[in-house]
């Protein structure tokens, strides 16, 4: 069964500090797909990233990076330079291939000004 | 702007009330889905659409009610509601369901249900 481990409940980071969301991940097969969404507190769920089980080249956008590792099986996301509109809830999710998306627990971002 | 409509943004009903949820999506996505969310908790899926056919109903109590009058539309009729089913309701959708190319969700803003 695939499962998604978001270990970390909830982060508080001074703004400007640079700041990782860690995802651990399990499935058997071989094709998947994994996701990030983050949830402000106007309760919407922003897609934020999809990468595929082929595809390890780590990638940037802006202030937001994320870290795939099949050896470890993680998807970590990495912030930045935070600012206080960071402050949120994030989602790693995962779905295999003809199947549902399976989110993990959440981790609660407080950036302090 | 989320590109997923929902409405209301918030409903109060009673326990012997009978409201819907509505959503709507102008994307061209084949793929509609309805999510509870109680706080502090990830989405749980409810109901998959695809192709306005219900394509997963993940064990959902009969007293919520999924409807897809087309491909934009999607409602969820409740009735006969308890309170523990006070929460906030997601809309979703996507490219497609069910394919090798899992495309992502866009969610809309929900409705924070409350019943009294």
């Known amino acids: 069964a695939q499962k998604v481990t978001q270990a970390q409940t909830e982060i508080s980071v001074v703004e400007k500090e640079d700041v990782t969301l860690d995802c651990v991940y399990e499935t058997r097969d071989t094709t998947y797909y994994l996701f990030w969404y983050k949830q402000p507190p106007s309760g919407e769920l922003v897609f934020l990233i999809r990468?595929?089980?082929?595809?390890?080249q780590n990638e940037i956008s802006g202030r937001y990076s994320w870290n795939f590792q099949k050896s470890t099986s993680s998807f970590n996301f990495t912030i930045t330079a935070s600012q206080v509109v960071d402050s949120a809830v994030y989602f790693c999710a995962l779905s295999e291939v003809d199947d549902k998306i399976i989110f993990g627990k959440g981790t609660r971002l407080h950036i302090l000004p | 702007d989320t590109e997923v409509t929902q409405t209301p943004k918030h409903l109060v009903m009673g326990m012997t009330n009978k409201k819907s949820l509505k959503c709507e999506q102008h994307m061209g996505h084949r793929a509609m889905y309805w999510y509870k969310q109680k706080a502090k908790k990830p989405p749980e899926l409810m109901f998959v659409?695809?192709?306005?056919?219900?394509?997963i109903n993940e064990s959902v109590p009969s007293r919520f009610s999924p409807e897809c009058p087309n491909s934009s539309l999607l409602n969820l009729h409740l009735h006969a509601l308890q309170p523990e089913d006070s929460a906030l309701y997601l809309c979703?959708?996507?490219?497609?369901?069910?394919?090798?190319?899992?495309?992502?969700?866009?969610f809309g803003n929900g409705t924070r249900l409350t019943v009294t």
């Open positions: 990468r595929n089980s082929f595809d390890e």
């Open positions: 979703a959708s996507s490219q497609d369901f069910g394919s090798s190319y899992n495309s992502p969700l866009h």
């Open positions: 659409y695809s192709y306005e056919k219900l394509s």
